[in-house]
């Protein structure tokens, strides 16, 4: 169900923007609704498992997702509820300590990271990019801790986060 940023327009996660643009003439629609959000100062976010989303903060390059989305820049990462002990086992392996425990890695808004690029999975993006069928890797880079966590709950999928939610670092 979607909210509403303060202003009172809906927000929509970026998925459902590509499904209802495909092949109409919405895209100048579209285009225009970014271009209205970014100049308001919102900004993109994708909530992430912890401590997936720590670690995209401590050598983590790529981010594993099953869908896709046309946004590039800037991405807001926030730490989610959930934890996922795959992600302390990998970094284990990788020689990464820091992440077994749910007490050090903090939830809410992170910090920033750049998105540069998206592909599906097919062999590459080793030791982060996953392999199952349908994966693709959102590939990051220039990761910027916030001096602190910014509280606040994730949502589903890509979405908007109001201009004044967070430091501008
Ligand atoms: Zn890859």
Redesign the pocket.
Known sequence: MPGHVPDGSPWVPDQEWVKRTRGGRAVDRRTTETARRVLAGQRRALSVRRPWANLLFTGKT?ENRSWATTHRGELVVHGGQAWAPTGVTLAAQLGITGFDAQAACPGGYLGTVRLVDI?P??G??APW?QQEPGTY?W?QADPRLFEQPVPGRGRLGLYWLPADLLPSG
């Open positions: 790529v592909h999975a097919t590459c993006c990019g890797h590939v």
